[in-house]
T-cell receptor, first 115, second 112 residues
């Protein structure tokens, strides 16, 4: 059982829909992340939150909007997405700085299909 | 040059075989190195860190060559359960949390 849970596990949406992905971590970590995993591409970091403050936004289009109401919860709000946004969206958490420990704890991911 | 480059495979090997994966990275200022494992339709999980002196965990041995900017993972006596994608990950200081750069992964399939 993972300490990071994501819902929904699967989502199909039209380009005009608005939906949200939810992530919850039960590990007492202070940093949370959104990653995108597309076929035949490496994991791409989208957003980083540390102590509920966004500390990194990796040139992500504004149709993706993150929200971190507290250190245990992270949302990714989606609106007017494009078919090329179809991918696996992975939430992760870490205890502290990544450069040393390198340990990210991932959720099982939300597989998004945009029609 | 890609930041972290791996042979995508797939590597198809029989049970009991020894298999080695290689990875190169472009940022000479990189400070930390890891191998993650991702099973089919599952999330990535940390397999092991990679230290300059090399390190071993059971059947798994990781090595780092900073001069050549090269990382390797050796799996001895392969098991069916080793079938997965192995992700090479390189860490550097950047942003407030540091930064991890993932390779695309090398797929391993161990056959009976």
């Amino acid at each position: 059982e993972t300490g990071v849970t994501q819902t929904p596990r699967h989502l199909v949406m039209g380009m005009t829909n608005k939906k949200s992905l939810k992530c919850e971590q039960h590990l007492g970590h202070n940093a949370m992340y959104w990653y995108k995993q597309s076929a035949k591409k490496p994991l791409e970091l989208m957003f980083v939150y540390s102590l509920e403050e966004r500390v990194e936004n990796n040139s992500v289009p504004s149709r993706f909007s993150p929200e971190c109401p507290n250190s245990s919860h992270l949302f990714l709000h989606l609106h007017t997405l494009q078919p090329e946004d179809s991918a696996l969206y992975l939430c992760a958490s870490s205890r502290g700085g990544l450069a040393v420990s390198g340990e990210l704890f991932f959720g099982e991911g939300s597989r998004l299909t945009v029609l | 040059r890609k930041e972290v480059e791996q042979d995508p495979g797939p590597f198809n090997v029989p049970e009991g075989a020894t298999v080695a994966f290689n990875c190169t990275y472009s940022n000479s200022a990189s400070q930390s190195f890891f191998w993650y494992r991702q099973d089919c339709r599952k999330e990535p999980k940390l397999l092991m860190s990679v230290y300059s002196s090399g390190n071993e965990d059971g059947r798994f041995t990781a090595q780092l060559n900073r001069a050549s900017q090269y990382i390797s993972l050796l799996i001895r006596d392969s098991k069916l359960s080793d079938s997965a994608t192995y992700l090479c990950v390189v860490g550097s200081r950047g942003g407030s949390q540091g930064n991890l750069i993932f390779g695309k992964g090398t797929k391993l399939s161990v056959k009976p």
